[in-house]
Nanobody, 124 residues
Framework: QVHLVESGGGLAQAGGSLRLSCAASGFTFSRSAMGWFRQAPGKEREFVATIGWGGGTIYYGDSVNGRFFISRDNAQNTVSLQMNWLKPEDTAVYYC?????????????????WGQGTQVTVSS
């Protein structure tokens, strides 16, 4: 059974940092592209970051590029999102997602496995 469990969300002040982690199980993590997406109340889901199998391919959304950094540990089956210089507009539920045997992509429709999400709230 596939599990993607996000952790690390919470409350941060503007300019601060948070680190999200996603623990994966039940599928071939080392051959899966992994991504982070977010959704704020009343808004559409937004692409945040994605990373390929070996970590060599990485894409970021325009709104987080240069502030957020994605990484993965294939030995631990985890993917992380380091979020720096947080802004109030980063407030959202953050979701971890996977494409088993797939390539890194910004297209949410291609992700086959999703976590339940973790709330990130940034105060001004």
């Amino acid at each position: 059974q596939v599990h993607l469990v996000e952790s690390g969300g919470g409350l941060a002040q503007a300019g601060g940092s948070l680190r999200l982690s996603c623990a994966a199980s039940g599928f071939t993590f080392s051959r899966s592209a992994m991504g982070w997406f977010r959704q704020a109340p009343g808004k559409e889901r937004e692409f945040v970051a994605t990373i390929g199998w070996g970590g060599g391919t990485i894409y970021y959304g325009d709104s987080v590029n240069g502030r957020f950094f994605i990484s993965r540990d294939n030995a631990q089956n985890t993917v992380s999102l380091q979020m720096n210089w947080l802004k109030p507009e980063d407030t959202a539920v953050y979701y971890c997602a996977a494409i088993e045997f797939g390539r890194a992509t910004r297209d949410a429709q291609q992700y086959t496995h999703w976590g339940q999400g973790t709330q990130v709230t940034v105060s001004s």
